[in-house]
């Protein structure tokens, strides 16, 4: 299978420019001039987010009750899948440092 080359960007951590191809199988990206672990993640993922709640409440706006709330729920989850399979690669990424859960003594 052939790399995925997704153009060039700035690491948040050490503003060097790089480009970044990353083959299929590999969810490492790091850096190499500071080695800061990257991920890409969708721009302004958090809008659309919620104009998919929006739109399940809109369009549940005639039910009453709990009922309003379960078909919004289950309204936002399809439209959430929906426009991620139909928008995913018309959205813009960014290259953003990756979030550690838990600290390491990164010992090598």
């Known amino acids: ?3 995925i080359n ?6 948040p951590a050490c503003n060097a420019s790089l480009q970044v191809i990353v ?4 969810l490492d990206l790091r850096c190499p001039k500071c080695a800061a672990e990257l991920v890409f993640r969708p721009r302004h993922q958090n809008l659309f987010v919620l104009a998919c ?3 399940a ?4 706006r005639n039910e009453a009750g709990p009922l309003f709330v ?3 729920c289950i309204l936002s989850a399809v439209f959430l899948l929906l426009g991620s399979a139909v928008l995913g690669r018309l959205r813009p990424m960014e290259l953003k440092l ?3 859960y838990f600290e390491t003594l990164r010992v090598r």
Request: charge should be positive; charged fraction near 10%; glycine fraction near 4%.
């Open 1 to 3: 299978m052939a790399s």
């Open 6 to 11: 997704f153009g060039k960007f700035i690491c």
């Open 23 to 26: 083959p299929p199988d590999s």
């Open 53 to 55: 709640v929006v739109l």
């Open 57 to 60: 409440a809109i369009v549940a």
């Open 70 to 72: 379960a078909m919004v």
């Open 98 to 100: 990756a979030h550690r």
